[in-house]
């Protein structure tokens, strides 16, 4: 038998322990809290643990819904603090605040403060997540791949997949007719177009149904609970995750694109294959900086990994955020039968003057298409917030003595600025008329930011364009995009952190304009 006394002692010590353990969590999970207050920042009271976004974390609200909470509270302030977990952020509600961190400052604030394991995440080296020195070399050499005339040269090869992209479409449509998640088909498109227009690649995900580039893409995009949990993780005790060395970048995922992009790379190599695309351009960076880079050192030295995290950071861009605009854009087109009809008569009138050619001329000269897509882009910013960190303190202008210190973690509340009443009025309606140049003029800077702000802006924003105004101008002479009985209306955005995306996927029908 055991003596009463043991088993008094082992519950206290079992009691204790268990106090000590829970008033160390609760300190380490609080113990940032005070920051917001004591700079007279105007903030939410947080909850231990999760800060301001325990909702969002929880599942129970989508990022642009728990954002817009935080962004609302302080109609009148220019800025104001939360807490993101533990981590203080700022966040800049003035536009002009805005212009200055992203544009006039920018040398301040060069950083986005993302903080991956570059040893366990191979994403983590690419040109999203560099910092400094390293980001600024690395964006020099990507941006000759994003040139006009490079551009131009993927008219045809986008104009091809737009075409499969139909006839499938078609095919399907004699078949069955009750609806097609355009998510998932414009997915495989965008797929299709980056591999082949960026590297080469001929992927024909359309046809493919058991492709690997859309589930390894689907992966990483997909935010599976692991991951979820891993990022929460990762928000509130960094050091843990590195210490234990845990990935939110699927490791499957990651080796299937290593491979594809290492294969790419030395295939182009060993047969002195030159081709005008974004693989060409990675390959004269290696040459530069891994081959010749022989007098860097330290942060600023350049591996091959760099180089093929820099190719799957553009395949998995360049397919994901395309692909998701396109299906929001055709399901407000559905919604809207006069905006469709008036947008189908422009492409339409223009297609006659170029001929029937969908050149670069011909995209260039389609506005009603800028008004629809900026609009789109409004509406359904992929990106919720802009982020960066500040890289020297900084003095806020007109206010008084307020400083950004350095280290400081900042939002740009992007989706809650393209909702705000104050620069577009019933911002729940699709209007594209909200984009003609005057209404345009009447807006300050910095209100419109879907590809971001500044040096620092998505570099693949003009590839994005075109690729969409392609897309749409081919599907729309040919089908009339409608909603049908699966058609979600209010539709629901998926509640986990990173792109915004619907929840239910997005469903439509199409009508072929020859037979209807
Ligand atoms: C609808 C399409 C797209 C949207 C809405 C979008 C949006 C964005 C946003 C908001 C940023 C952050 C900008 C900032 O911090 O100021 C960004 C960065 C970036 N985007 Fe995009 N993007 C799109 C398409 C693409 C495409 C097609 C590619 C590549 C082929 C691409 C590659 C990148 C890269 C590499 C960065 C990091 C830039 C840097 O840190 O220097 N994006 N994008």
Not at 61 to 85: H, L, V, W
Not at 148 to 163: A, P, R, V, W, Y
Request: proline share 4%; charged share 25%; glycine share 6%.
């Amino acid at each position: 038998m055991i003596p009463y006394i043991l088993i008094d002692w082992l519950f206290d010590s079992v009691v204790l322990s268990l106090f000590t353990v829970i008033t160390i969590i609760y300190y380490l999970s609080t113990s940032t809290y005070d920051k917001w207050r004591k700079l007279n920042v105007q903030h939410i009271h947080p909850v231990p643990l999760f800060g301001n976004v325990f909702k969002m974390i929880m599942g129970l609200e989508d990022q642009i819904t728990a954002f817009g909470r935080i962004y609302r509270r302080f109609p009148n302030s220019k800025i104001c603090g939360f807490y993101q977990m533990r981590t203080p952020f700022l966040m800049i509600r003035d536009p002009e605040l805005i212009d200055a961190i992203t544009i006039k400052d920018f040398s301040h604030f060069t950083d986005h403060g993302l903080e991956f394991d570059p040893s366990i995440n191979l994403l983590a080296r690419s040109l999203f997540f560099a910092n400094g020195q390293k980001w600024k070399v690395m964006r020099q050499k990507l941006s000759p791949g994003f040139t006009s005339g490079k551009l131009k040269c993927t008219n045809d090869q986008i104009k091809e997949c737009s075409d499969q992209l139909i006839q499938f479409v078609d095919e399907k449509l004699s078949k069955q007719s009750d609806g097609f998640d355009v998510k998932e088909i414009f997915g495989k498109f965008t797929t299709d177009v980056i591999g082949t227009c960026a590297f080469g690649l001929k992927l024909d995900t359309i046809t493919d149904s058991d492709s690997n580039f859309r589930k390894y893409l689907n992966e990483i995009f997909g935010n599976n609970f692991k991951q979820t949990c891993i990022m929460m993780l990762g928000m509130v005790f960094p050091k843990v995750v590195k210490f234990f060395k845990l990935r939110s970048f699927p490791l499957e995922a990651s080796n299937f694109f290593y491979s594809v992009f290492t294969d790419v790379i030395d295939y182009r190599t060993k047969n002195s294959v030159v081709r005008n695309d974004l693989a060409q351009t990675l390959m004269e960076a290696r040459k530069e900086l891994v081959l010749n880079g022989d007098n860097a050192t330290g942060d600023e030295k350049f591996t091959d990994l760099d180089i093929i995290s820099n190719a799957i950071l553009l395949f998995t861009a360049g397919a994901e955020t395309v692909s998701v605009t396109a299906a929001f854009c055709l399901y407000e087109l559905a919604l809207n039968r006069d905006i469709q009809n008036k947008l189908r008569d422009e492409i339409n009138s223009k297609n006659e003057k170029y001929g029937g050619q969908f050149t670069n001329e011909f995209l260039m000269d389609l506005h009603y298409a800028d008004m629809v897509l900026e609009e789109t882009h409004r509406m359904y910013s992929i990106t919720v917030n802009i982020i960066r960190q500040a890289t020297q303190t900084f003095k806020v202008p007109g206010m008084d003595s307020f400083i950004i210190e350095k280290g400081q973690k900042i939002v740009i509340p992007m989706s809650s600025i393209h909702h705000d009443p104050k620069y577009y009025p019933n911002p729940k309606t699709f209007d594209p008329e909200r984009f003609t140049k005057e209404e345009k003029s009447k807006r300050p800077n910095s209100t419109f930011l879907p590809f971001g702000e500044g040096p620092r802006h998505c570099i693949g924003k003009r590839f994005a364009e075109l690729e969409l105004k392609l897309v749409l101008s081919k599907i729309l002479t040919k089908f009339e995009v409608l909603p049908c009985e699966k058609t979600e209306i209010p539709l629901q955005l998926r509640r986990k952190p990173g792109l915004v995306q619907p929840r239910n996927g997005i469903w439509l029908n199409f009508r072929s304009i020859n037979t209807s």
